[in-house]
Antibody, heavy 113, light 107 residues
């Protein structure tokens, strides 16, 4: 069974940083594209970023380019999202997904002073 | 960016009804379209990929069709557990983009 468990969310001030992690199991992580998707309060789903199985290719939505970095450690079956220069509009539940097919339960990021 | 427009934004239906949700892409995406379901407080669940292929374990009451720019999701025989928000998602181009969602409510 595919399992994706996010962690690292919390309260951060505007301009601050946070690193999200996603622990994956139940599938061959090193063969899988991985994505981050978020849902802000009262809004719909927004794709954030994805990364190729070997980590050689990464893509981002424009609103996070230069601030967020997606990465992975295939030896630890883990996906990460480093979030810097956080803004109020980044506040959301962040989901780790395997190719947008399997989804974790999400971790809440709150950006507020 | 490819814009995905869903209609309706919300609908009310009764248990046992059949409902159809449409999704239109601002440019052709072949069949690179998924449908997802999200219930309150829960993670999204993928229902359909490739416009018409059921994800493993998804009941056949869900069906998808379309190609190019116009797509539909049909839910037959609505049950209480089907009341949720449904999203379409294009994965033809970057950035991946979702429709705004369709809330299916109990009449």
């Amino acid at each position: 069974e595919v399992q994706l468990v996010e962690s690292g969310g919390g309260l951060v001030q505007p301009g601050g940083s946070l690193r999200l992690s996603c622990a994956a199991s139940g599938f061959t992580f090193s063969d899988s594209w991985m994505d981050w998707v978020r849902r802000a309060p009262g809004k719909g789903l927004e794709w954030v970023a994805n990364i190729k199985p070997d980590g050689s290719e990464k893509s981002y939505v424009d609103s996070v380019k230069g601030r967020f970095t997606i990465s992975r450690d295939n030896s630890k079956n883990s996906l990460y999202l480093q979030m810097n220069s956080l803004r109020a509009e980044d506040m959301a539940v962040y989901y780790c997904t395997r190719s947008l097919d399997n989804w974790g339960q999400g971790t809440l990021v709150t950006v507020s002073s | 960016d490819i814009q995905m427009t869903q209609s309706p934004s919300s609908l009310s239906a009764s248990v046992g009804d059949t409902v159809t949700i449409t999704c239109r892409a601002s440019q052709g995406i072949a069949n690179y379209l998924s449908w997802l379901q999200q219930k309150p407080g829960k993670a999204p669940k993928a229902l359909i990929y490739g416009a018409s292929n059921l994800q493993s374990g998804v009941p056949s009451k869900f069906s998808g069709s379309g190609s190019g720019t116009d797509f539909t999701l049909t839910i037959s025989g609505l049950q209480p557990e089907d009341f949720a928000i449904y999203y379409c998602l294009q994965y033809h181009s970057y950035p991946r983009t979702f429709g705004q969602g369709t809330k299916v409510e109990i009449k």
